[in-house]
């Protein structure tokens, strides 16, 4: 993986011609998004989101779009932090009404909570870890971009010379 650090004020970063997963024809653009929230006093915050294209064929578009879901919608970490807690509810009324006994409510509650979360987890942890192209690091506008593949990192290096400031 490689990484460089450009500013988007000074231009629109120019990409291969193929997928950034497989290499194969591009048909989509996806996304590539940051998320940074500043303090700027008691009760005032300031979210600041960048975010850039980069070519994608058609098989690996919605992946991309999931993988970056929660960088994209900042709401969805809450989400997905309360859903199993609503699983949790919904599971409850539906073992009253099948009249299960309550050591095995209990029991099944506990390992559902448990799954549930863990599964929750894995994913924000995974969708940061499988983006083939990610964004980090927000400084007087200049972002970090890495390039899962090695390859294809030193074509996009080679293609924008003139926008990227160091490695």
Same mark, same amino acid.
Request: with cysteine.
């Given at each position: 993986?490689g990484?460089f650090?450009?500013?988007?004020?000074?231009g629109n970063?120019?990409?291969?011609m193929?997928?950034m997963?497989?290499g194969?024809?591009?048909e989509?653009?996806?996304?590539?998004?940051i998320?940074?929230?500043?303090?700027?006093? %008691?009760?005032w915050?300031?979210?600041?989101?960048?975010?850039?294209?980069?070519?994608v064929?058609?098989?690996h578009?919605l992946?991309?779009?999931?993988l970056?879901?929660?960088?994209q919608?900042?709401?969805?970490?809450?989400?997905?932090?309360?859903?199993?807690?609503?699983l949790v509810i919904s599971?409850r009324?539906?073992m009253?009404?099948l009249?299960?006994?309550?050591?095995?409510?209990t029991?099944?509650m506990?390992?559902?909570?448990?799954?549930?979360?863990?599964l929750v987890?894995?994913?924000?942890f995974?969708?940061?870890?499988l983006?083939?192209?990610? %964004?980090?690091?927000?400084?007087?506008?200049? %972002?970090k971009?890495?390039?899962?593949d090695?390859?294809?990192?030193?074509?996009?290096?080679?293609?924008?010379k003139?926008l990227i400031y160091s490695?």
């Open positions: 993986m990484s650090k450009y500013n988007p004020l000074i970063l120019k990409w291969p193929k997928c997963i497989c194969t024809e591009v989509y653009e996806a996304q590539a998004s998320s940074d929230i500043s303090d700027s006093g %008691l009760t915050y300031t979210i600041r989101r960048r975010s850039i294209g980069y070519p064929c058609k098989k578009r992946v991309c779009f999931f970056d879901l929660p960088e919608v900042r709401f969805v970490w809450t989400v997905l932090a309360f859903l199993p807690i609503a599971l009324k539906i009253l009404a009249d299960i006994e309550q050591q095995s409510q029991y099944i506990t390992y559902f909570i448990i799954i549930s979360y863990a987890f894995a994913y924000l995974l969708s940061k870890r983006l083939p192209v990610r %964004l980090s690091h927000i400084e007087n506008n200049v %972002l971009v890495s390039i899962k090695e390859g294809l990192y030193l074509e996009v290096m080679n293609m924008n003139d490695k």
